[in-house]
């Protein structure tokens, strides 16, 4: 319960970030923070240094904190940017909810898969403590790696529109021959 808590807290105060490309960036920050938690973790737990209440509770915080942005949040925010004004893309229009669904399908898949894979497939592991060891650290290098070059691409992205768009006022043009006078009219 306490996780939850500290987890909704977090999630809850990237609303105050105005900034779609900040806010976008801190949710990157919080899902690999979370694969950091898992993996280290996962880690003390394998040497010994934590107990296994410990290592659940730090490993399960971790899980929940990469999980829990990969829902609106991440996709409302990702959407924003792309879209934005900056981006060259005002006119595009659209929600998270097909990203949603697709994302919680993997997520469930994936679940599926790991479960039958630890059940079915002889010689993979001993015991499910072992197959969940390896699986954590797996995932825990997966998703720092992918939550680093997301942030990467988003923030390069980001910076090549920003440059593209601050044309907005070109230099203006070398002088040439001073404007010819109109010609009066005689009365």
Known sequence: MPVTIVVLIALAAI?????????????????????????LSTIAFRLGLITPLDWMVLSGSGLYLSYVPFSVVLFDRMIAVTRSPAA????ATGNAGFLIYIADTFGYGGSIVLLLLSRFWPGLHHTFLSFYVDSAMF?????????????LWFTNRQQKHACRNTDAFPPPSAPSSPPAQPARASV
């Open 15 to 39: 609303m105050l970030v105005r900034d779609n490309l900040k806010a976008l960036l801190t949710i990157h920050a919080a899902i690999f923070t979370g694969a950091a938690l898992l993996g």
């Open 139 to 151: 995932a825990s290098v997966v998703l720092m790696a992918a939550s680093a070059a997301s942030a």
């Open 88 to 91: 060259g893309n005002a006119a």
